[in-house]
Antibody, heavy 115, light 112 residues
Framework: EVQLVESGGGLVQSGRSLRLSCTAS????????LSWVRQAPGKGLEWVGFIRSKAYGGTTEIAASVRGRFTISRDDSKRTAYLQMNSLKVEDTAVYYC??????WGQGTLVTVSS | DIVMTQTPLSLSVTPGQPASMSCKSS???????????LYWYLQKPGQPPQLLIYELSNRFSGVPERFSGSGSGTDFTLKISRVEAEDVGVYYC?????????FGQGTKVDIK
């Protein structure tokens, strides 16, 4: 069974940094791209970015709205993908989901950015 | 970016009756590989989105047969043949033919 578990969310002040983790099980982690999608309170879904598998270069694509502040990385030995969020803004407040292929989703982790 | 537009924004349905909702994309979602990269999700209150339909019309594992997806090009429909109480929530369509993947604003379904 495919499982994705996000962690690392919490309350942080504007301008600070936070790193989210997505730990996977139930599939060959290194063979798949992993994506991050966020949802602000009471709002819709917004794609944040993804990281390709090493077979496709392990490169990343990041949404324009967070480019330059957010980066994505992965450690296949730990079956974990990361979302590094720097220079956080109040509008980054959201539940952050990790997804595989947009088919399988984690439960999400809440990030709250205070002013 | 491809814009996804869902209608209606809210839908009140009677259990046992059919329901349908629409999603329109600003560009064709038909890829040269023959697949249409249109997905449907249901997000129940307090839960992550759950995939219902992938690549236009394929039901995901465990999804009841009462859910079906159809359409072509830029116009798509999700149908529920007989609505059940557990089908309440917000339905989202999403395209992944082009980066960035984009979502519709959602159709909120509740029970009459």
């Amino acid at each position: 069974e495919v499982q994705l578990v996000e962690s690392g969310g919490g309350l942080v002040q504007s301008g600070r940094s936070l790193r989210l983790s997505c730990t996977a099980s139930g599939f060959t982690f290194g063979d798949y791209a992993l994506s991050w999608v966020r949802q602000a309170p009471g709002k819709g879904l917004e794609w944040v970015g993804f990281i390709r598998s090493k077979a496709y270069g392990g490169t990343t694509e990041i949404a324009a709205s967070v480019r330059g502040r957010f980066t994505i990385s992965r450690d296949d030995s730990k079956r974990t993908a990361y979302l590094q969020m720097n220079s956080l803004k109040v509008e980054d407040t959201a539940v952050y989901y990790c997804t595989r292929d947009q088919l399988y989703w984690g439960q999400g982790t809440l990030v709250t950015v205070s002013s | 970016d491809i814009v996804m537009t869902q209608t209606p924004l809210s839908l009140s349905v009677t259990p046992g009756q059919p329901a349908s909702m629409s999603c329109k994309s600003s560009q064709s979602l038909l890829h040269s590989d023959g697949k249409t990269y249109l997905y449907w999700y249901l997000q129940k209150p307090g839960q992550p989105p759950q995939l219902l339909i992938y690549e236009l019309s394929n039901r995901f594992s465990g999804v009841p047969e009462r859910f079906s997806g159809s359409g072509s090009g830029t116009d798509f429909t999700l149908k529920i043949s007989r609505v059940e109480a557990e089908d309440v929530g917000v339905y989202y369509c999403m395209q992944s033919i082009q980066l960035p993947p984009t979502f519709g604003q959602g159709t909120k379904v509740d029970i009459k």
